[in-house]
DNA sequence: GTCTATACACAGATAGAC
DNA sequence: GTCTATCTGTGTATAGAC
């Protein structure tokens, strides 16, 4: 699997996402019609994206987001009850997305070596295709609720979890050497976190994601295999 | 070399880094007794790290600060002319202290694979010692002038260049195996870098950084050695 | 649903007494 | 050098017309 083959596999639209939006959050926002909100919400977020990675989220004033959305101060209050609650927002459903997409990649028939693959692979290529939601979850986390911060750590935990299970189970298997399963598995969040929050570096070199997650693959592979 | 010993082999002390910043400083401030500026200088620097390091400097207002460094506001404004300045003051200080301490650890007679052991410990120890400052310099680059931006890029730039300098050597002498070394570089700093972004991961674990570097190391060689 | 105009709070910064 | 009191700008959020 490359990355244009797992963007094929995703099943989920970009539209099917801001309708989530719209229908978990259909009693807090004033907008009823279905399209309006869904296109709208589309170009809130794609807005606070840009404008969040230029100078962060606290830095974006309200002012700035309308100006970016072409929409009123007013109309966007219609969105949502205020900045802290669009942050909530933003967040809630990038982390109920990614969760639901993760799930589709674990297959526990493969042998360790094919899973490792597959899982980096699918956390790679889902952080590429929504890269602005993986850099927005780490930079801003610190400004979310103690309830919002601690989902971004529980996601970090459990990613990491399902790297380190196979890790062990290939050590039990034979098919691993004996290590330090949770430092590696560290690691290699480390390795993939950098794709994205670096990506002025990497687009500069001309390094794509499929090559970065190869080598990325290598790198571990080499360090764990007999 | 281990942690406890770098700290003793480092040469800075504290109280010369906050002599430096008054120095360097001194036209743009009032205060002009250079003890109170020194004391008053570490207490406001540590209090940004704290305040900073829960919500970020935007979200930092002035009376924070204020409360926390038992500074009047007017006080405060004696020692920069404004938050702006404040940002790029700690900025600025922090890129001079890392290069300078950087110089010491660089011993191009030393073989490849103690270079590399070397030098990725010194960024390690360093960044341990003075991790406020790393973490502060990663997270809030984006609210420096474009000047000040670049300056952190060209500090990312410059440690991985070492880095690369060293690895390609490497291949030369034939030690190490023939590698995409621009790629090995950028996963080598991937990893030292998630030490100072996820302290709490690792403290929580009870890892500590001689710990971690080891390991760092030791999946460093395995990759690229013969 | 979206707009303009505006209320209100709060942040950054200064003045001037001590 | 440090304080308190205060000015001024700007940001969030709402009211009410269209």
Known sequence: M???????????????????????NQDAIRIKK????????????????EITYEKGFQAMTMRDLSCHTK???????GYFSGKEELLA?????????IRKIFGQFYDPQANPVE??????????????????????TFMEARNLTPTGREAVLSME?????????ILEAGETEGIFIKR?????????????????LKRWKYKKRGITVDTYTEYLIDFT???ISL
């Open 71 to 77: 929409l009123s101060l007013g109309a966007l209050y």
């Open 157 to 165: 935990e459990y990613t990491e979890n399902m790297l380190l299970e």
């Open 180 to 196: 330090d399963h949770v430092m590696t598995a560290s690691l290699i969040k480390a390795m993939q976190q950098d794709w994205y």
């Open 221 to 223: 592979i080499s360090f």
């Open 89 to 97: 927002i933003i967040h809630k459903q990038g982390n109920s997305m």
């Open 2 to 24: 490359n990355y244009a083959e797992f963007k094929n596999i995703l099943e989920i639209r970009e539209e099917n996402l801001y309708r989530d939006v719209y229908l978990e």
């Open 34 to 49: 279905e399209a309006t909100a869904v296109k709208n919400f589309e170009k809130i977020f794609n807005s606070v994206f």
């Open 115 to 136: 899973q490792l693959r597959t899982l980096i692979k699918a956390h790679m290529f889902l952080s590429e295709s929504a890269r602005p939601w993986f850099y927005f």
